[in-house]
Nanobody
């Protein structure tokens, strides 16, 4: 079974930075198509933050463009989110996501991480 384990959340003042990490674990992961980050603020729906394909093509929500940078290490089956110039409205639980995972245990359409809390104080 493939799992995603995220880390790196915490409390930071507005204008500060945080780096989130997420690694896929499981037996014999051969490939992962897209990986990404989503977030859910209290009382709001989960929304896309950024995604990156195995080839490195990225997509960002307008609200984070120019401040957040997504990257991945295919050899480590990991995805990262560098968050700079954080704002209080970035406060949310951040979830990592992986799509179309091919492993020795089978093919997984979509897997979610457990979520990590980011709190930005004003």
């Amino acid at each position: 079974q493939v799992q995603l384990v995220g880390s790196g959340g915490g409390l930071v003042q507005a204008g500060g930075s945080l780096r989130l990490s997420c690694a896929a674990s499981g037996r014999g992961i051969f490939s992962i198509n897209a990986m990404g980050w989503y977030r859910q603020a209290p009382g709001k729906q989960r929304e896309l933050v950024a995604t990156i394909t195995s080839g490195g093509r990225t997509n960002y929500a307008d609200s984070v463009k120019g401040r957040f940078t997504i990257s991945r290490d295919n050899a480590k089956n990991s995805v990262y989110l560098q968050m700079n110039s954080l704002k209080p409205e970035d406060t949310a639980v951040y979830y990592c996501n992986a799509e179309n995972i091919l492993s020795s245990g089978g093919r997984y359409r979509e897997v979610w991480g457990q979520g990590t809390l980011v709190t930005v104080s004003s």
